[in-house]
C-alpha cells in the first residue's frame, strides 16, 4: 500500500521560512517524479514544484528563487523548503508522487502565512 504522508505546515509570517517533508512509504521516491502541488480556497490547485528521478527540477514563476524542491532517498522522503513566505504562498501543499501514470497523493498540509 502507498501512503504519502505531509508534515511541516503551520503559521508563519511574512517573510518567514517552513520545510515541508513528503514520507513515502510503498515506493521508492527516487523512481518517481515528486511533485508539490498547492491550493488555495476557491482557487484551482497548481503545481508548485517538481523533481524528476534524474533530479532535474521544475518551479512555478510565483515561487522561483523562493522554493527548493529536495529529496533525501536514505529516508525515502522528498522536501519543500519555503522560504521569504508571502501572504498569497497561503494554500494546503500536497505531495504527489507519479511514474508513468500511476500518481499517488499525500493528504494535505496547510500553510497560513498571515502576520
Known amino acids: 500500500q502507498v501512503q504519502l504522508v505531509e508534515s511541516g505546515g503551520g503559521l508563519v509570517q511574512p517573510g518567514g521560512s517552513l520545510r515541508l517533508s513528503c514520507a513515502a512509504s510503498g515506493i521508492i521516491c527516487s523512481a518517481y517524479t515528486m511533485g508539490w502541488y498547492r491550493q488555495a480556497p476557491g482557487k484551482q490547485r497548481e503545481r508548485v514544484a517538481r523533481?524528476?528521478?534524474?533530479?532535474?527540477?521544475n518551479y512555478a514563476d510565483s515561487v522561483k528563487g523562493r522554493f527548493t524542491i529536495s529529496r533525501d532517498n536514505a529516508k525515502n522522503t522528498a522536501y519543500l523548503q519555503m522560504d521569504s513566505l508571502k501572504p498569497e504562498d497561503t494554500a494546503v501543499y500536497y505531495c504527489k508522487a507519479n511514474l508513468y501514470g500511476s500518481q499517488y497523493w499525500g493528504q494535505g498540509t496547510q500553510v497560513t502565512v498571515s502576520s
Open positions: 523533481l524528476t528521478s534524474d533530479g532535474t527540477t
